[in-house]
């Protein structure tokens, strides 16, 4: 069946604007995450929903950074007023039930922010 | 706070060598383990996992076992393949924690034939 798909697969946008980065988990996988992956770094954990709800969102750096998960399937990471230092691939995660079973990651979006 | 620490690449062997990667971790209780593979040009995978002590995880000849007296789960293969090329990361996740996974920084695998 079909993957985690991300898109778009690249974003490249100035300083200050907005993006929207989307994520569609596999089908009837309730939990999704968001991760962060700098050059040369492992992923770090954003958010993570369970459902509609973020259960844990302690991963944001700051409020410039949103996501939601309104129908509790795809998903939107949400960037205001982007810096350069928001230049990372951004992958998205799901899994089928609860936050321990094995998750399954997307081909993630890389942000360039010039 | 949760933290995994594993060998800096890249790490350069000859094909049908034995592979070793070292990873260790700190974390509250008994987390579970992992290592994720990304083979270029591809998304994360999941290589094999361990959920509790002692327990050995397998997976494509790659074995690591969940070793608490050492807080480590080291990745293991006997004989490497020019295909096993890769970046390979070890993570974490805290028991029945609504938490995603902690990761190392990865190591970067060149398997020459």
């Known amino acids: 069946g079909a993957g985690v798909s991300q898109t778009p697969s690249n974003k490249v946008t100035e300083k200050g604007k907005y993006v929207e980065l989307r994520c569609d988990p596999i089908?009837?996988?309730?939990?999704l995450y968001w991760y962060r992956q700098s050059l040369g770094q492992g992923p770090e954990f954003l958010i993570y929903?369970?459902?509609?709800?973020?259960?844990?969102d302690s991963g944001l750096p700051n409020d410039r950074f949103f996501a939601v998960r309104p129908e509790g399937s795809v998903s939107t990471l949400k960037i205001q007023r982007t810096e350069r230092g928001d230049s990372a691939v951004y992958l998205c995660?799901?899994?089928?039930?609860?936050?321990?079973?094995?998750?399954?990651f997307g081909p993630g979006t890389r942000l360039t922010v010039l | 706070g949760d933290s995994v620490t594993q060998m800096e690449g890249p790490v350069t062997l000859s094909e049908e060598a034995f592979l070793t990667i070292n990873c260790t971790y700190t974390?509250?209780?008994?987390?579970?383990l992992f290592w994720y593979v990304q083979y270029p040009g591809e998304g994360l995978q999941l290589l094999l996992k361990?959920?509790?002590?002692?327990d050995k995880g397998s997976n494509k000849g790659f074995e690591a076992t969940y070793r608490k007296e050492t807080t480590s789960f080291h990745l293991e293969k006997g004989s490497v393949q020019v295909s096993d090329s890769a970046v390979y990361f070890c993570?974490?996740?805290?028991?029945?924690?609504?938490?995603?996974?902690?990761f190392g920084k990865g190591t970067h695998l060149i398997i020459q034939p």
């Open positions: 995660a799901s899994s089928l039930h609860a936050a321990t079973d094995t998750q399954y």
């Open positions: 089908s009837g996988h309730t939990a």
């Open positions: 929903f369970q459902g509609t709800g973020a259960a844990d």
């Open positions: 974390a509250t209780g008994y987390p579970s």
């Open positions: 361990a959920t509790k002590a002692d």
């Open positions: 993570a974490l996740q805290r028991r029945g924690g609504a938490d995603g996974l902690t």
